[in-house]
């Protein structure tokens, strides 16, 4: 069969009609209000590729291909895409097809039918994994002949690059994917949603639903922040509600097509689903989940006061356990302090002030740390503590960045949380909220692994790659747990400053060879867990006060400004035995098999500064370019507006430092919480450093990723992908949600793409 009505399809069919197709053919039988439509069956895909002759052609290019080199993927997609849609349908299934369609506008009470064409892989919505927006959807499709020209490019879409890495990465083969197509009656909504039958993250048997005017494409492509409702199924109880400012949404236009329009001024702060249609989404919700007999991911929307179901899929984010809810209840618990949530979780434990670095030891496993601010040579303690809280510092402080790494609670910015906070007293931290309570909190003893669980979620795959920040060989294995694409940013200092020993006096006393030895220690630890993906190697950046403690460290100038001193490949180039013993490890990795590393120079200001550093490389017997990718951090204003001329030079990739460029370019230290308030790396003069510097390694095919806490914050993520970023290196509690966010952002690109060819 070619063409089959929703009416006759059900979720057993997905072999027939993909998931999407067989779900709402099933929510049609269980009388599920859905708008309605049919489906061109999978079958009817697979006889027009064998019918005309070009599934071998589009094998022979998909046999061909290596998927980690993204230009050559990209290249490829657009190469089967374009064979399919210049291909016409045999007449027998166009006959079909129109048949159909035309069945359908009778029933609908109109000529030409407004319709969506949405794709249906029958590897997509499967009821154990879910491969959800992998392929395209057209919207306002109106009359044969487009139809017939959508359908053709929802079968390309099937060749989406995004969709080839996901089965290759995945094992899926591609000769046995086959898509459906679901033409459906377009739902001219006021307002459109997502809505989770249970939590998706924690289980918990809560309704979490959000909602947005117009079109549901302005929340699933990302284009605003919808309003978020919480309701405990249960009892029906609303237990939150989220209003936010809703600027943007998608209407059909005078033309049937669909466009962006801004949101008129009263409604782009009112709530868009009061209780009563809040509830009454809810009840839908809890009679779909009945019917399927697990928890549900579903798509809404109302029109005139009716509601309609668009989809419905499994959540499959929740593992073979639904956990339950958590009770960790601090209402009633005395807040003793306040700062800035800078790593997310609760931690409980015994109080230790840490002022000095002395003072260390008096850290047990357990215990809270109270400082001023953490060093690097503080790693140790900090991975003992089950929560940091410190005097000073952002969101892109020290502390802030190694605990988000190791999963540990963190508040910063107290002010005078060393003197406020009473030693040996027990407290609890809420790295999210930012406040310390007195006392222990139930069901908080251990320290919340963040990203403990994100190797239940369901792969989502992006052609923008989304990497991890690594500081230290011990979070590898967690760093890897995430899905991510390889390491963005691999930081030597904590390597480095783990020997006790300045690495300047290993060279001193001829242990060059040790030195070198602690390096290949180290790196093996995360280039072992991370291969073939790629890893990609910092060298040396520590600021001369960060050396003093150390072995050796004595003779460290006392420099007015650290930050602006003696620090990066300005200092290695003065001292290049460092360099040397870096590129040496390095060398020797490279000599055992691990071909995945990159290198990348920090702090660079000139281009003789990249030649310089390549030189040395070349002599301790790797070829940059040949034998390892080079590449340099861009953290310093010079660096973004002479980034052509670096190119010039030779590069592979670079990669933004936007902590380092934001507080370069804006004169404001970001360990300083005086001038917290005036750091931000979305200010217009950051982000115009930042689109040079990635437009500028577009045009010239240089790899350009982001290492700084930019590549964490979801909506600057949005821009980044916007500009053409080729990755986006996070840290390991964001990788997902930086994931979704490209995933997002991807998709708001295909569907701008595809408005403009209507």
């Known amino acids: 069969m070619y063409v089959e009505r929703f009416e006759n399809i059900s979720k057993d069919d997905i072999g027939i009609a993909g998931g999407k197709g067989a779900n709402l053919g099933e929510l049609t039988q269980a009388g599920i209000p859905v708008p309605p439509g049919f489906v061109i069956t999978a079958e009817t ?62 029933r609908v009470g109109v000529d030409d039918a407004d319709v969506a064409i949405r794709s249906s892989a029958t590897a997509e919505d499967l009821p154990d994994a879910s491969f959800a927006g992998q392929q395209d959807t057209f919207l306002h499709v109106k009359g044969t002949e487009q139809v017939i020209e959508y359908v ?127 509830l009454n989404l809810v009840a839908m919700g809890k009679r779909i989940q009945a019917h399927y007999g697990k928890p549900q991911d579903t798509e809404w929307a109302m029109e005139n006061g009716n509601l309609f179901m668009l989809q419905s899929r499994p959540i499959t984010t929740l593992g073979d356990d639904t956990p339950k809810p958590e009770t960790n209840e601090v209402e009633d618990m005395k807040v003793i302090k306040k700062g800035l949530g800078a790593s997310p979780g609760t931690g409980s434990g015994t109080v230790k002030i840490i002022k000095k670095i002395q003072e260390l030891d008096k850290i047990q496993d357990g215990d809270i740390m109270v400082t001023t601010m953490t060093t690097p040579d503080m790693v140790p303690a900090m991975k003992r503590a089950n ?47 930012g406040f310390i309570y007195e006392g222990i909190q139930k069901q908080a003893e251990e320290k919340t692994e963040t990203p403990a669980t994100l190797a239940q979620e369901a792969p989502i795959i992006t052609v923008t790659q989304v990497k991890a920040n690594v500081s230290m060989p011990e979070a590898a294995p967690r760093a890897f747990a995430t899905g991510a694409d390889g390491v963005g940013l691999l930081r030597t200092e904590h390597m480095m400053l783990a020997a006790g020993v300045h690495p300047v006096k290993f060279l001193e006393e001829d242990r060059e060879d040790e030195l070198v030895n602690i390096l290949v220690e180290n790196i093996l630890k995360v280039v072992d867990v991370f291969y073939p993906k790629p890893v990609w190697y910092r060298t040396l950046d520590s600021p001369t006060d960060e050396f003093k403690t150390l072995d050796g460290g004595e003779n460290e100038p006392d420099e007015p400004n650290p930050m602006l001193g003696w620090r990066g490949i300005r200092r290695e180039l003065d001292q290049d035995g460092i360099l040397r013993a ?107 450093l930042v689109e040079r510097t990635i437009r500028t390694c577009v045009e010239n095919g240089v790899t350009c990723s982001i290492c700084g806490q930019a590549g964490s914050v979801p909506h600057i993520v949005e821009k980044l992908v916007g500009m053409g970023i080729t990755s986006v290196s996070a840290n390991s509690d964001a990788i997902l949600e930086v994931r979704k966010t490209v995933a997002r952002a991807e998709q708001k690109l295909i569907l701008d793409a595809a408005r403009k060819q209507q």
């Open 45 to 106: 895909y697979q006889k027009f590729m064998e019918s005309t002759g070009i599934f071998q052609s589009v094998m022979d290019i998909l046999d061909t291909i290596d998927i980690n080199k993204t230009k050559e993927l990209q290249e490829a997609a657009e190469e089967i895409k374009q064979i399919i849609i210049d291909t016409p349908i045999p007449e027998d299934i166009t006959t079909l097809i129109i048949e159909a369609y035309n069945a359908l506008s009778q």
């Open 152 to 278: 053709r490019k929802c079968w390309a879409s099937l060749f989406e690059a995004r969709a080839i890495f996901y089965r290759e990465e995945n094992d899926f083969d591609h000769s046995r994917v086959l898509i459906a197509v679901v033409v459906q009656q377009m739902v001219n909504s006021e307002k459109a949603g997502v809505m989770f039958t249970v939590n998706p993250s924690t289980g918990e048997n809560i309704a979490l639903i959000e909602g947005s005017w117009g079109l549901g494409e302005a929340v699933v492509s990302g284009t605003v922040t919808p309003d978020t409702y919480t309701v405990d199924k249960d009892t029906d109880k609303i237990l939150s509600v989220k209003v936010s400012e809703k600027r943007y949404m998608f209407t059909k236009d005078d033309e049937g097509t669909s466009k962006e329009t801004t949101v008129p001024k009263d409604k782009q702060n009112l709530r868009v689903l009061p209780d009563d249609e809040l």
């Open 387 to 433: 929560a940091i809280v410190t005097d000073e510092g952002g969101v892109t402080c020290h502390a802030a960045i190694i605990s988000r790494e190791l999963g540990i609670p963190c508040v910063v910015g107290t002010g005078d949380g060393t003197s406020a906070i009473k030693e040996n007293i027990d407290v609890t931290v809420d790295g999210k909220k």
């Open 582 to 688: 870096e590129f040496k490890a390095i060398k020797k990795l490279h000599d055992q098999g691990y071909t995945n590393i990159g290198v990348m120079i920090p702090l660079a200001q000139h281009p003789d500064e990249l030649r310089k550093a390549k030189k040395i490389c070349e002599e301790v017997g790797l070829t940059p370019h040949k034998d390892i990718e080079f590449g340099m951090m861009v953290e310093i204003p010079a660096a973004a507006i002479l980034i052509q001329d670096f190119i010039d030079v030779g590069l592979d990739f670079v990669s933004l430092g936007t902590n380092d460029l934001t507080q370069y370019t804006l004169a404001v230290d970001r360990n300083n919480e005086f001038v917290a308030k005036n750091y931000s790396e979305e200010h217009p003069a950051v982000m115009a």
